[in-house]
């Protein structure tokens, strides 16, 4: 079972910034994953924020290009994202998971997902 503890949400005007974190719990180690920010807003579907390759590289949605940056820490087993120019569209529940590049980009199927970190952005 994998664990997932996202934080750094909360309310902010637009423009500003939020950095989160997610802390992640695997019982499996050596193995090379990708990471991924997700979001989901209300009656919408979860869709991919930005993934990180294990080799540093990284992928963005076209809606946050230029805007948020995605990184890891590899010995914390931690992923954060730095979100910058928010703006009232960027109103979510953030989530992180771990995966293959293309398993992030789908958005699944995973085995669970963390309880995410509320983000509400006020024009």
């Known amino acids: 079972q994998v664990y997932f503890d996202e934080s750094g949400g909360g309310s902010v005007q637009a423009g500003e910034s939020l950095k989160l974190t997610c802390i992640i719990t695997?019982?499996?180690?050596?193995?090379?994953?990708?990471l991924g920010w997700f979001r989901q807003a209300p009656g919408k579907q979860r869709e991919f924020v930005a993934g990180?390759?294990?080799?540093?590289?990284?992928k963005y949605a076209d809606s946050v290009k230029g805007r948020f940056t995605i990184s890891r820490e590899k010995p914390k087993n931690a992923v954060y994202l730095q979100m910058n120019n928010l703006q009232p569209h960027d109103t979510a529940v953030y989530y992180c998971?771990?995966?293959?590049?293309?398993?992030?980009?789908?958005?699944?199927?995973?085995?669970?997902w963390g309880q995410g970190t509320q983000v509400t952005v006020s024009s």
């Open positions: 990180v390759y294990w080799t540093g590289g990284t």
């Open positions: 998971n771990l995966g293959d590049m293309a398993l992030l980009q789908a958005v699944g199927p995973f085995n669970s």
């Open positions: 695997a019982p499996r180690s050596g193995e090379s994953y990708s």
